[in-house]
């Protein structure tokens, strides 16, 4: 066939731009894409990832990064749930929230912050992984909604430094999503990191092919029902200005599903909003009360099959939106409630396993059901003796300061759990 020049040029260019979209993670009638193909994965949450870079102490910070990206990779592990950034200081509702912080004062930042963040994105672009970058928190461990109020006066100090209860902790934490000022401050966050560049290789976020996604927040819930009007529109209105900033990339909520959501109904309503690309669900057995911590054999038939079901039901609500489902986080503790590392994890196994058994019949079928994200990946890190939470100064693990270190987490040396990971993350 034979073209004049402008043609050839056109063609050239047009195909240049093909290659170029291939490159990022996009969705099509339900279903993930990448690189023209499906695209299934089994990955970790790996939030501290963002943080390591920052250590003073080579070993500890970007050495250790290296090590654990190439222990994962070599598992098969290539999808990563990081947290962005920290706004405040200090004791948040009891806890030892994560440090440093970024968004140190209501509308101040400290981007050497964020150093740590650039060199993680760096080196995840050298290995061809892929990151889901969560932009703020619903819970206190790294500041998010409770931060916000604080600074805007709508908690007063005694109460947001004090262990809440739980309805408490609901009261409080609704307010967000009818404070504009708040939310203003938390977009502001949110357009800063979108349009940063990195300071390690020069790319700008909203063009880097390592990028797969942009979550609103970690674990947004209305927390009460009369607030589900406001937290639809902040959802919705968070994910159009992100849109606006990058049109690039992959927008989805971080919510935990039908049970972060006061109903399904809810959950679909927040899912189906154009900007939204696809949709993500949570489940903590524990937490929900499915699993016994003093009778885990007893109580493990009930919570697997609560959880084959709870699967089961956002799949469908997936189907029906014609959008792809993602579990990106999912865990048990240790076998008898313990958090040494080299103790029995029998009965997370055999859980992990029926997860990623549900995940791989939908990846063989090409069902919505398309990735999952376990917590959370321990790595290297060696838990303090004799201390059960976090502190500063202790390595980061996949356990947040509120939670007892080594309860969920899956460290390197666990090997029956890596071994049933592996199964699948490589059986492609």
Known sequence: ????????????????????????????????VYKNQPYYFVGTNYWYGSFLGLNKDPEKGIARLRRELDFLKEKGIT??????????????????????????????????NLKGLDIFMDEIAKRDMKAVLFLSNNWEWSGGWLQYLRWNNLIDQETF????????????TVKFYTCESCIQQYHAQ???????????????????????????????????????????????????????????????TGSEGE??????????????????????????????????VNDMKGTFAKLKENT??????????AAELKKPLVLEEFGL???????QPGTPTALRDEYFETILDLWKISRDHKGNFAGVNFWAYNGEAIPVSGQTYWKHGDDYMGDPPMEEQGLNGVYNSDVSTWKIIQKYSKSN
């Not at 050239?12 to 339900?30: C, I």
């Not at 200081?89 to 140190?104: A, L």
């Not at 430094?161 to 409080?172: G, I, K, P, S």
């Open 1 to 32: 066939m034979k073209f004049n020049l402008p043609v050839r040029i056109l063609f050239f260019l047009l195909m240049s731009a093909g290659l170029s979209a291939q490159r990022f993670v996009s969705t099509d009638n339900g279903h993930f």
């Open 79 to 112: 999808n990563l749930r990081v947290l962005v950034g920290v706004e405040g200081n200090g004791k948040i509702n009891g806890v030892n929230r994560v440090e440093p912080s970024w968004q140190y004062d209501a509308g101040k930042f400290n981007d050497e």
């Open 161 to 172: 430094q004090r262990v809440m209860n739980w309805d408490e902790l609901r009261d409080e």
């Open 190 to 252: 949110v357009k800063r990191i979108v349009e940063r560049r990195n300071s390690i290789n020069g790319k700008k976020y909203n063009t880097d092919k390592s990028l797969m996604a942009w979550e609103i927040a970690n674990e947004p819930r209305p927390m009460r029902a009369a607030a589900i009007e406001a937290y639809h529109n902040l959802i919705s209105g968070t994910a159009a200005l992100i849109k606006s900033l990058d049109k690039k990339h992959l927008v989805t």
């Open 259 to 292: 049970m972060g959501s006061e109903s399904m109904a809810v959950f679909k309503m927040v899912h189906s909003d154009p900007n939204i690309d696809y949709l993500t669900i949570h489940i903590w057995p524990k937490n929900w009360g499915w699993l016994d």
């Open 308 to 317: 084959i079901q709870y699967i089961s039901s956002h799949e469908k609500a």
């Open 333 to 339: 503790p240790r076998d008898g409630h313990v958090f």
